[in-house]
């Protein structure tokens, strides 16, 4: 069955890089765009970037400069790469699916915390 | 393109028909979902393509609109719907509303 899953440390240190693993399974990436959405605690949703099925990416203008996404293709895998973090950054991190239907799976999130 | 939710906040009785508001600032071309998110769970998807029903999902949500304003209604509010409801553009980029927050009267 369809399944994502996001990895990473659950604490970072201000200015340091981010770095999250969105892991799937029942799909294909070379057929499916992945996009990442955070959430800050207790706040709305935010859309950060995507990986599209044949390798592009685009990315949300307020984070370009500090935002990187790549995958592996072998391994199911798409990663996230952000730099230069602030408190502001801690937020629970999405990873979903998206073909024909926007976003219609999603992983469980995995929360960050930066701080010092 | 920026959405509005409102209101912000609703307090409803079970049974209640319920009516959420997403407004765009620029037309949305019916590219517009609506998610359900409970505390501490991904948020999961209703509606899409504005009045698309998601597989699975019980036909007492529906959506409609058009342009640059879009809503989703609840035909009879059960207790399980007591959630935050987010609207998401994919017509111009990718935006979230800011969301309303469904609690019980």
């Known amino acids: 069955q369809v399944q994502l899953k996001e990895s990473g440390p659950g604490l970072v240190q201000p200015s340091q890089t981010l770095s999250l693993t969105c892991t799937v399974s029942g799909f294909s990436l070379t057929s499916y765009h992945v996009h990442w959405v955070r959430q800050p605690p207790g706040k709305g949703l935010e859309w950060m970037g995507v990986m599209w099925s044949d390798g592009d990416t685009s990315y949300n203008s307020a984070l370009k400069s500090r935002l990187s996404i790549s995958r592996d293709t072998s391994k199911s895998q798409v990663f996230l790469k952000m730099s230069s973090l602030q408190t502001e950054d801690t937020a629970t991190y999405y990873c979903?699916?998206?073909?024909?239907?926007?976003?219609?799976?999603w992983g469980q999130g995995v929360m960050v915390t930066v701080s010092s | 393109i920026q959405l509005t939710q409102s209101p912000s906040l609703l307090s409803a009785s079970v049974g209640d028909r319920v009516t959420l508001s997403c407004k765009g600032s620029?037309?949305?071309?019916?590219?517009l979902a609506w998610y359900q998110q409970k505390l501490g769970e991904a948020p999961k998807l209703l509606i899409y393509?504005?009045?698309s029903l998601q597989t699975g999902i019980p036909s007492r949500f529906s959506g409609s609109g058009s342009g640059t304003d879009y809503t989703l209604t609840i035909s009879s509010l059960h207790s399980e719907d007591l959630a935050t409801y987010y609207c998401?553009?994919?017509?111009?980029?990718?935006?979230f509303g800011g969301g309303t927050k469904l609690e019980l009267k």
């Open positions: 620029q037309n949305i071309n019916n590219y």
């Open positions: 393509k504005t009045n």
């Open positions: 979903a699916r998206v073909l024909r239907v926007p976003l219609d799976y």
């Open positions: 998401y553009q994919y017509n111009n980029g990718w935006t």
